[in-house]
């Protein structure tokens, strides 16, 4: 399959990267529907780790079984599919080579008490993914808690050690801890400032929120003010979280958060094209809704990101 | 031995598994008065690390010589004995080969302080269970303790070394906690959670309690409710349960907890066949009892697997 | 040196042990006037660690010369002797070959506040073992204090590594800790509970200290009362602790504490042989009473485990 | 490129350190247009992980691209540009060869709570500065604060590392922590025990900021008077931490901190050239400027340096 | 260079060391004017670390520079030379083979809060004391910190390295901590302790505080008393730390404290070697005075040694 010129252009930027890497970016960014055009559309299901069985499959019980998923990204001509150890372990045969897939390697749950919940536990290796034919690992990242030194240091290992394996990696920045209140969570700032970490720690590509017109910190309130940096629109606040990601050298995914209707997500898909962004990483959304209703909403997604919807 | 297929339907689940790992699994689906039908009965004697060793085994003093419960679990035709390192050693060369072993690779006891109690030691390693000559490898995992990130990291290291060297891996995963109150520790929601992280961290065989019909998470009250999951019945629970380990794809054994009466112990097993689970790990119920009464309630809860009781 | 059948049968108990361990337990077993017996006296050394130096040594200053001890383990037949890292080097070479020896891999002190007290250092290797011609490793564990989970873990890495290399481990099995009363530190419901955990972690030999009819546990003292566990005197306490030791399978031997009357120390020698015990470990008695006392008084135990005395 | 005397003079005074280490001081002494003088003046681009990338780069959007800093750095004719691991990779390719490099290692950022803020993330690896070319690793300490020792530590590994694999190290000393105040922070006596620190944990380079005629340590100020230490001038507080320095066998450069006015930086440089100091590392004063604006000054910098200016 | 029948001797007592540790030792005991006599004087330069370098070296400004106390040491004909990483790689090709160096591979510093000073930063490696030609390692432990056990096992596992490439290693046993008060840091009771403990855990030189007659722990007091432990003098006192010391079989120096009169010193000096101590480590009495008047003292500390002052 060769490789389109929008899709070269995007590895041009990771210079000095390894082939491995930049194979399994090129694999991802290729496949499905939107495969050469730069934009990507990726299924995680990470929630029963995070909420729980029944509060993530009970609204579609297909989807406790872990074949499901792969099916609705398979037919749902999705770039990516990624989930924990387990969730793959439990296709990683009969769906081998059918889509590519990133093993999330930390993990979280509700079940904590909220002392321990602003951390994940690693869950998973390179050396898995590698044995279940991944194309990359996903990781998250808690910047503003008290355990983010942890996590960075944990995340700087595993991407040294996956790009000299072949395989690149995925970093979850999610806000969240000790220093930030549930507004500054989703806050513009905050959301730039997480994009820029998970670039400077080495990852290839970004998922974060997308993010509110609020502004946390106080020293970048009179930046964002004095510098007069659009923040009023989706798009605009996309726009800056591109410009915080290398100026755009780096892809980035954007996250829509809890269950919503169905056009709030075409809108939020609307911004992060119209943004620049790569596109979206969408799971209850899909997954909890029936799969012919979600196969139709996905379609429509890509369409959007086709620039025909 | 041949291995039925229904054995190797289950087999079949564990995608891209080593076959050291299969072979093992299937040693322990074949072995015993249950081999072949795709339901275990497993004797565990690790209460002597837990409670003490008067508290275990004055009741039925022929128990203090660990060389009895080998005898045990043989005689009653039982799939597998799980014990801790230093009680397999004590009967390893007399009994090897005559049953399958699970290496309980940490302990807790009784004599810590509260602070220090929601959390293993690991007592024991993949190479002494090599060593040994045992199938597989157990580990307690407690969901809702704040030392629970650290429990996952060990056992999913561990099973990762485990299974690359040919073992199986089997989680204990008992819900305990800052985060947990002792009715939520029991809870059906709480039951199904724990099912779901252990089959996520990759266990081969999980182990859960029994449950009751108790939700114990704000969130998830109401999603049991809207979705109206049936959770009236112990085999509507363990129904639910199988459901939260992939849809049946992982080997669930159920515990009954405290000595209790014959009556009760089959009823628990009854709930656990028509709830489609895969038997029952049980431990003091039969060997604080004289061994002839433990060998012929062993026997009934074989036959109640079997449809005959 | 032809083993005993007496030796031979207590070997059999250490079943898939490595040769290695056997030869070495062999060994002390078959060393000194208590030789093929199945009984053992070792004088241990590490007072100048626990207590400081003058607290040891200053009663019999020629103690505190390395030598000296060497000289009176080899002098009075006993089987073993045992101190820290120092004090074996400081003699190595001079009495290579003349007694077997047990480095004490780990080490509290008298200086630390009371927080820091319930933990041990690890003092020595198990190459330091090999490299000093020793029989054995011997390393303590606090069970019931908050540390005990850490000092599990690092002993059984340690004893896994020593078997390997052909030395046998014993095991210091003191309770102390957070959860435990001054009473309760020496209470027999404690010291059983002590002894199983010592097994359980694969100690080949038991270190545990006489112990009191006191009851520590709730949950234990029903039991004890239950099932009329005979507590009532120190042979029957020690027979307790050798059912709670595998029923017998593992060496057991026991300490009688602090600095006492001559008779006192004949009585607890009569006990331990009268319960079953394999016996006595023996420090500060000894070596702080001036050396013609000392081998006299050691000549009188070893009589009496010969069932002489 | 033939080496001057005079940075001969100064690698002769890293004794007995690798050829490698050496060849790379000698590249960054040797590049640019202060090239074989002894001094250097270097681009830090770490803010976007220290402040934000708003607040970096938003005065100067230009910098949102990593490409920018490159560029500047190189059209400046600087002696090397100082970056974390995600800025370095985005253009490491483009840029291969074209000026020294600094990998900074470790990372703090904004966005931690202050109890958590006292210590930085370890970021990139000696092996990850290999394999983009780079001449140094860059690594800040922060003497003062409690997480002062595992920084040491993690520098002190760092650093042997680096020197085997023929890398040289740039230590960042700023002082912090729970035994400073604000003052602390810029005073005198604490500049040069910072500087100090550096060099006998092995700095090859040692950045510092310049520092007031404050006072900070009780025991400090008494020798100060004592000994008419002459602190009374910028100059003069180079030139003391110079001596702090191994009496200038250390290269030492220092920076300014926040952005300020350009007579303000040109003075800083005349008392830094005048007080035998060697040079500036100069960061947000230069590329929050436009372009233009920026290697002007930066000229200006260099000129002064030259005695010209 | 042929070794004198007393070094010969005082080796003999490191029984089973390699022939590596014994050269070294060999090597610092035969070289300088004391050379064969058993006795050391050795220069340490840590104080850079421990006050700053202000306090350190502004008396006599000639000691910021690291070549000054290598030339002192080497003129004043003395043992050795002790100090931090950065202080001898600063002259370690310059003054290579001229006198046997001891690196200090842990550091403390002025700067921490309380709660962090009771321990030290690891800052060197045995591979850095080789690479650097040192003849052996210092390094300090704190016997009565809540950090001592950490201290503990690392210079357990740094000595190993060391003894098995061929380096000795020299302990600096300074009590201090949680446990202890001012008086109890040179108290008699705890200063033999602490040597003790340097002399466990394998110090092959012990550096220890000359101490007062003040007893600090409880239990020790009543045996000094009746046990009637001569304590009345510094040579007593010097007498007993060495019987501490497995009975002068361990090299024992003493060092004196803070900067005091040249009579003082000579007094301790006398008192070392009355009371059969094996010399001196003398740093600030030295190095802040004028050289001349540094050399001086050197001598005459040196011929006290040889019994002609």
Same mark, same amino acid.
């Given at each position: ?25 090129? /694999? ?5 529907? #939107? ?6 559309? =990726?299924?995680?299901?990470? /929630? ?6 029944? $509060?993530?499959?009970?609204?579609? +019980? ?35 080579? /059918?889509? +590519?897939?990133? #093993? ?26 590698? $044995? ?8 998250? =990242? ?36 000790? &220093? ?14 997480? &994009?820029?970490?998970? &670039? ?28 007069? =940096?659009?923040? &009023?629109? /989706? ?37 992060? $094209? ?9 799971? $209850? ?15 429509? =997604? ?8």
């Amino acid at each position: 399959m060769k490789a389109t010129q929008t899709v070269r252009r995007i590895l041009a930027n990771y210079e000095g990267e390894t082939p491995g890497v930049k194979a399994r970016l090129c /694999q991802m960014l290729m496949n499905g529907r #939107l495969g050469g055009t730069g934009k990507m559309v =990726i299924l995680p299901v990470d /929630q029963g780790f995070e909420h729980g069985p029944a $509060r993530s499959f009970a609204p579609n +019980p297909a989807g406790y079984d872990p074949h499901y998923h792969y099916k609705l990204a398979i037919d749902a001509g999705l770039n990516a599919y990624a989930a924990p150890l387990g969730m793959l372990e439990a296709g990683a045969d009969t769906f081998a080579g /059918q889509i +590519p897939t990133i #093993l999330k390697a930390n993990s979280a749950n509700s079940l904590m008490s909220s002392t321990a919940s602003k951390d994940q536990a690693v869950t998973a290796s390179v050396d898995d993914a590698l $044995r279940l034919g991944c194309s990359a690992i996903g990781f998250t =990242i808690y910047p503003g808690s008290d355990a983010a030194f942890g996590m960075f240091e944990e995340i700087v290992e595993m991407r040294k050690e996956a790009a000299a394996k072949g395989l690149a990696t995925v970093i979850w920045s999610y806000p969240r801890g000790e &220093a930030l209140d549930k507004d500054g969570e989703t806050a513009i700032d905050i959301a730039a400032y997480a &994009a820029q970490i998970a &670039a400077l720690v080495g990852a290839h590509v970004i998922k974060i929120k997308l993010s509110t017109d609020h502004l946390s910190l106080k020293e970048a309130k009179a930046v964002y003010k004095d510098e007069e =940096i659009d923040i &009023a629109t /989706q798009a605009a606040r996309v726009k800056h979280c591109m410009q915080a990601s290398f100026d755009g050298r780096r892809i980035v995914v954007f996250s829509g958060g809890a269950k919503k209707g169905a056009d709030g997500i075409y809108d939020d898909a609307r911004a992060i $094209r119209d943004g620049g962004g790569n596109g979206s990483i969408i799971g $209850r959304n899909t997954f909890q809704r029936p799969r012919e209703e979600a196969l139709e909403m996905l379609g429509k =997604i890509v369409d959007i990101y086709k620039g025909k919807a």
